[in-house]
């Protein structure tokens, strides 16, 4: 994959109140602390998350040149829409849209960060050989707070057309008459070592959320705990220790119990401790 020049310079777009960023060198932090909620800015495990982004984002942003742009609502950290290129399909990625705190609401910040995101993607992009995106794609998930519409809801009033059968997955064609075809890959299954057994092991490390030490990784430790007290629980870098990723298959927010990967999601505490008990009954 080539690598792009990192700019020093932070491109503004300014509408009313509203002002846009594109992330550079400059700005990173602002993108790492936009999602952390003010009463958890002193908070361990939060401030951990921010800096495993912050790695992130200085490695991603090296390799593709742009990766988010950041909303200020006067001159006030708002929201951002973080997204990635893929090459291959010659789309790019929508990975979050977030406009953090309730006073930000209903100001129009979350639309203006979309239209600024589809009116650069029109035009040629060096990603794809100096074309411009056929379309932009995302996969929403839950968690629209009290008040908030969903993200689905949210891209289906701008436009957005869902792929196949899935609600949640959807498309924004830029280029005329195109429809989206996913191409599908298949994760690598998990490969056991005998040294796994006796113990948990949680993939951590660089990422593109701050969220994801605090609010996933440290609620397997927690529900972990609330089954079995002893067990031994090791955090395990995916930026430090590449070679216990590689030889696992394993990847970022991944959870090994006693040599069994688990596939419940941590946010469906009934099923993920489901697991967990039948991988610790086997000791």
């Known amino acids: 994959m080539a690598t792009f020049n990192v700019s020093e310079e932070i491109k503004m777009y300014r509408e009313d109140k509203i002002i846009i960023k594109d992330v550079a060198k400059g700005n990173i932090l602002d993108l790492c602390l936009v ?13 951990k998350g921010v800096e495993e982004k912050r790695l992130w984002a200085i490695d991603i942003l090296q390799k593709w040149g ?8 006067d001159d006030s950290l708002a929201g951002m829409i973080q997204y990635r290129p893929v090459p291959e399909e010659k789309i790019v990625s929508i990975d979050c849209i977030y406009v953090s705190q309730k006073e930000h609401w209903q100001k129009g910040i979350g639309t203006r960060l979309l239209e600024n995101l589809i009116e650069e993607m029109k035009k040629p992009q060096k990603w794809f050989k100096n074309q411009p995106a056929s379309a932009l794609v995302v996969r929403t998930f839950p968690g629209e707070s009290e008040g908030q519409i969903s993200a689905q809801e949210f891209f289906a009033r701008k436009g957005f057309k869902q792929v196949g059968k899935s609600k949640s997955f959807l498309y924004y064609p830029i280029k005329e008459n ?8 298949e994760s690598p299954a998990y490969v056991s070592q005998s040294e796994d057994k006796g113990k948990v092991l949680i993939f951590c490390g660089p990422n593109k959320c701050p969220a994801a030490y605090p609010f996933f990784l440290k609620r397997m430790e927690k529900y972990i705990r609330e089954i079995d007290h002893t067990i031994p629980i090791i955090y395990v870098d995916i930026s430090r220790e590449p070679e216990k990723t590689q030889t696992r298959n394993a990847g970022y927010g991944d959870c090994i119990v006693n040599a069994r990967f688990i596939n419940a999601f941590v946010l469906d505490k009934e099923n993920f401790q489901r697991e967990v008990k039948e991988a610790i009954r086997d000791k």
């Open 35 to 47: 999602c952390v909620p003010p009463e958890k800015s002193n908070d361990m495990d939060w401030q």
């Open 66 to 73: 742009l990766i988010a742009k950041i909303a200020y609502y």
């Open 178 to 185: 195109f429809v989206y075809q996913p191409v599908e890959k």
